[in-house]
């Protein structure tokens, strides 16, 4: 699920001399409210320019690239619009510091460089199984046959005893992501097929449309999109003599845990499902809970958070009222944003000013098919029609999908759908990744090594060999 936080990137620069050459790593702190993070930056010469990638140690996240970057009398400019940010530096002239400000959506804080000693730290994932694997693992391609352009590239991994095998397919979360769900660090998918495969089921999991190996556009597709990508895995797995057709299911973490229900409503094929941390109410709800609990672990103010609270939630409507004319939205947004302005104080008024200064950039995203679709969608329309047995999980510490705000929503929908087979877990002091977890704030995601509890991976392994019995 999509969580407004502070990602950095960094791009490469234009030739200087060497004193004020920007090859080298370049190390600061990005401090915004309750949060520190350490960034490393990783410049290097390419030809006539240069190129980088970036480090956030803190968040677990390496080797993060970007797009595009210039470099003018001394002056850094970084972009990196899949993320909305900009990174504005001076270069001093002993070549050794930078001094610049760092913008992403709303936020607009300083970030100063110093060239750094030393490697940085590397990342510790204890979990990742290490080759040779005690099963066989197989690269596939397949189509889509509803999406014009839309080959899904995937990895199998099967049993090595003799077939045919039950089978799970994993579907990710928001954002573009790769067949691992590789974040921060992390590889969720990757453990928790590792995990599965060795209890004797087939796993089948994918890139994204339009990521990695898989072709198609990602920015123009909704969740709706995304369901069809999962519903052409089914229909790979069903042509396979080693799967067992009749034992085919769906496994959504987060957004895939809404997809997996919007499948499994309207297909026989698929014998069963498991959410994790999936949705049960609209994507407006699971936001403005999603912010205001993250804000809550960052020590930000109430007063902040409410007046945050209050204007996302009037900005949701708007677009909502006029999604069929988005110009006009932009224009309302805008001018209710205009006159709240009037009445806060001058540290909220400045607040909101600098807010305001990336209002086209946050429209863009706000307005994208994907967004738009997911603040309205209602998960209960399609959970009330699932007649498959589900495992519903999530974690006491998710704060981007809360529990105790979804978990009930999508027990309410499968009672509703007469579904007798289902269970529902809130797993203690886990967070939305599955980790064990001290606050669940994103912040820590990164910093863990553990990376798939093995209390969670054995409440869904076990729940599936009692189905597949």
């Known amino acids: 699920m999509k969580v407004i936080t502070v990602l950095m990137v960094c791009l490469g620069l234009g030739y200087m001399s060497s ?56 002056k850094l400019t970084i972009t990196a619009t899949q993320l909305g940010m900009t990174y504005e530096g001076a270069l001093d002239p002993d070549g050794a510091n930078m001094k610049g400000v760092f913008k992403q959506g709303p936020a607009t804080l300083p970030l100063n460089l110093t060239k750094a000693k030393g490697e940085p730290a590397k990342l510790e994932r204890p979990q990742e ?22 080959t899904l590239a995937g990895t199998l991994t099967l049993p090595n005893t003799t077939g045919p095998h039950p089978a799970v397919v994993l579907i990710s979360g928001s954002g573009p992501q790769n067949r691992d769900e590789e974040l921060l660090g992390h590889k969720p998918f990757l453990v928790l097929a590792d995990h599965l495969t060795r209890q004797g089921i087939a796993v089948l999991r994918f890139d994204d449309r339009g990521v990695a190996e898989s072709t198609g556009n990602f920015a123009t597709a909704t969740s709706a999109d ?60 699971i936001l403005l809970l999603q912010q205001e609990l993250i804000a809550k672990a960052s020590m930000v103010p109430a007063n902040v958070i409410a007046l945050n609270r209050k204007l996302n939630k009037r900005t949701f409507e708007l677009l909502g009222q006029h999604e069929d004319d988005l110009p006009k939205a932009k224009e309302e947004i805008k001018k209710y944003m205009e006159e709240e ?129």
């Open 341 to 469: 302005k009037k009445r806060l104080s001058d540290t909220d008024k400045a607040a909101l000013e600098a807010s305001m200064g990336q209002f086209d950039q946050t429209f863009q995203q706000i307005s994208s098919p994907w967004f738009r679709f997911f603040l309205k969608y209602d998960p209960a329309s399609s959970l009330e029609k699932v007649s498959c047995p589900v495992l519903a999980i999530n974690g006491s510490k998710d704060l981007q999908v809360d529990a105790e705000q979804n978990l009930p929503a999508i027990e309410k929908a499968l009672k509703k759908a007469g579904n007798k087979n289902y269970e529902i877990k809130s797993l203690a002091n886990l967070n939305h990744l599955f980790q064990a977890s001290e606050t669940g704030s994103p912040t820590e995601y990164g910093k863990l090594t553990e990376t798939f509890s093995p209390t969670a991976l054995n409440t869904i392994s076990n729940w599936l060999q009692t189905q597949l019995k």
């Open 19 to 74: 004193a004020q050459s920007p090859v080298g790593d370049w190390e600061g702190t990005l401090e915004a409210p309750g949060m520190k993070l350490k960034i490393v930056f990783h410049v290097t010469a390419d030809g006539d320019g240069y190129t980088s990638t970036m480090d956030s140690p803190d968040q677990g996240a390496m080797g993060l690239a970007t797009n595009s970057t210039t470099f003018k009398d001394g």
């Open 226 to 285: 995304f369901a069809t990508d999962a519903e052409a895995a089914v229909a790979y797995l069903k042509k396979r003599k080693d799967i067992d057709a009749s034992k085919i299911g769906l496994m959504g973490h987060s957004e895939g845990g809404l997809i997996a229900p919007m499948v499994a409503a309207q297909s026989k094929d698929v014998a069963f499902i498991v959410l994790l941390a999936g949705p049960g109410v609209s994507g407006t709800e």
């Open 129 to 150: 199984p290490k080759k040779p694997y005690p099963y066989k693992e197989e690269a596939v391609k397949y189509d889509n046959a509803k999406a014009e352009g839309v």
